[in-house]
Every structure is written in structure tokens, then in C-alpha cells.
């Protein structure tokens, strides 16, 4: 899939060469991927693969979801602007290093409710 919406928004998922400028961040650092939200797309390395491609774009999905749900303004309101993109990174970490690990907890207190629930929560907040 090269596609998808986020709270009816169209992110574009496209794979890139390792030294494209397209993953060069905010600070001029040359990264295995980025999200643009002027274009509205996720852009990874083509030497992802794996365990680390997930993580990756699952953290990267962490900020198409505070785009598409405004969610920067309330860190912009929270957070003094020198941490603004320390706050947002620090995020997009926590759902890639421990998303899997909470929906789980839930499926161990739940059982098979939380995967009737979890997942059409999900499409709700993905389509």
C-alpha cells in the first residue's frame, strides 16, 4: 500500500533512495526516514527492512496521527518551543517502542474483546 487516510486525510507512503534529500529532517540531518505534512507523505529508506522498517514507520505514523488530529498545537501549547520537536520525536518513540506492548496488556486483561475493539477503534481513526 502507497497510501492511506488518517482522520480523512491522504498520506502518501514512498520508499526513496538512503541519501535522498526528501530524508534530510528539519535540522539538516540526513535520517532513515521522514514525514513531510506540506505533502502529506511518509518517506523511508530503501535499506529499511525488518523489525527496524516497523518500528520506523510506525513512529513515523506517530506524526501523520499529531497532523492529522492537530495534535502539535496542544504540545505546542504544553511544551516551551525549544522543546517542541524533542516532545513530538519523544512521542512517536513511546507508540513505536511500546504501542505493541499496551495493546497486548489489554489483550491479556480482555482477551478476544480487545482484538473485536482494538481493531475497529483503529479503522475509525485511520479511515
Same mark, same amino acid.
Not at 500500500?1 to 535522498?20: A, C, E, I, K, T
Not at 506524526?63 to 498545537?73: F, G, I, P
Given at each position: 500500500?502507497?497510501?492511506?487516510?488518517?482522520?480523512?486525510?491522504?498520506? =502518501?507512503?514512498?520508499? $526513496? !533512495?538512503?541519501?535522498?534529500p526528501y530524508l534530510v529532517d528539519r535540522t539538516d540531518t540526513l535520517r532513515v526516514a521522514?514525514?513531510?505534512p506540506e505533502t502529506?507523505?511518509?518517506y523511508l529508506s530503501k535499506d529499511l527492512s525488518g523489525d527496524f522498517l516497523n518500528r520506523v514507520l510506525i513512529h513515523e505514523l506517530g =506524526?501523520?496521527?499529531? $497532523? !492529522?488530529?492537530?495534535?502539535?498545537?496542544d504540545i505546542?501549547?504544553?511544551?516551551?518551543?525549544?522543546?517542541w520537536m524533542?516532545?513530538?520525536e519523544w512521542v512517536c518513540n513511546f507508540i513505536a517502542d511500546y504501542g505493541l506492548k499496551i495493546f497486548s496488556a489489554a489483550y491479556s486483561i480482555l482477551g478476544d474483546q480487545a482484538w473485536i475493539y482494538?481493531?475497529?477503534?483503529?479503522?475509525?481513526?485511520?479511515?
Open positions: 500500500m502507497d497510501h492511506f487516510y488518517m482522520n480523512g486525510r491522504l498520506w =502518501h507512503v514512498r520508499f $526513496v !533512495s538512503p541519501y535522498s521522514t514525514t513531510d502529506s507523505t511518509i =506524526h501523520c496521527a499529531m $497532523v !492529522s488530529y492537530h495534535l502539535l498545537e505546542h501549547r504544553m511544551v516551551k518551543p525549544k522543546y524533542d516532545v513530538e482494538l481493531p475497529q477503534e483503529m479503522g475509525r481513526l485511520i479511515a
